[in-house]
């Protein structure tokens, strides 16, 4: 296939994720990903800038559509509470970007994460800014402090928790149900 052939990031970011369940996260390097896709490293690295990135990539993306998601569910009437607007906002996210073949997507690279030290605390410092935008959007419309912060670490504890149990769970139950369902856990056991 040529480089100019469409959807070169999916491309590569596939053939990285089955090189790395296959070799390894070490023992793949980038050419090797290239040739897997059939494109070039040049374009490799207009897509990422390491191997690493092919997992980190989209968290920006998914940071910003998630802070839009909790600011809408907010404005919604009745107004629902922070962690409530922020449930409702991960569940809308995971069913427009959580679907079709990235279920099988999300389990390579759950797997090669938990697998390296280095990559998962690389995860933890993604939720971290993730729980940190949604708390500045949460501050922004009025949810004053502590309550901003708790609620955003709230409901990234409750994505954290539903990714877990979606990765690994049989079936095709949507992300979406998870977040539901680990919500109303978390109300339940805080007496909420």
Do not use: C
């Not at 990031?9 to 023992?27: I, T, V």
């Not at 009745?78 to 389990?107: C, K, N, Y």
């Amino acid at each position: 296939m040529g480089r100019w052939e469409p959807n070169a990031r999916g491309r590569l970011q596939k053939a990285a994720l089955e090189l790395y369940a296959e070799r390894g996260f070490d023992a793949t390097t980038v050419a090797e990903i290239a040739a897997r896709a059939g494109l070039t490293e040049r374009t490799f690295f207009r897509h990422f800038a390491d191997k690493r990135e092919v997992l980190f990539g989209g968290s920006q993306a998914m940071e910003e559509h998630l802070v839009k998601a909790t600011v809408s569910a907010l404005a919604q009437e009745p107004g629902p509470g922070p962690v409530e607007a922020i449930t409702a906002a991960l569940a809308e996210m995971a069913d427009e970007l959580f679907v079709g073949e990235h279920r099988s997507l999300a389990r390579h690279r759950h797997a090669v994460i938990t697998a390296h030290p280095e990559l998962r605390e690389r995860e933890l410092i993604k939720m971290a800014s993730l729980a940190a935008a949604v708390a500045g959007a949460l501050r922004e419309h009025g949810i004053s402090e502590p309550g901003a912060s708790l609620a955003a670490e709230a409901g990234t504890a409750i994505f954290k928790v539903a990714f877990e149990r979606w990765v690994s769970a049989p079936g095709d139950r949507p992300l979406s149900a998870f977040i539901h369902e680990t919500a109303a856990t978390l109300k339940s056991v805080t007496g909420s």
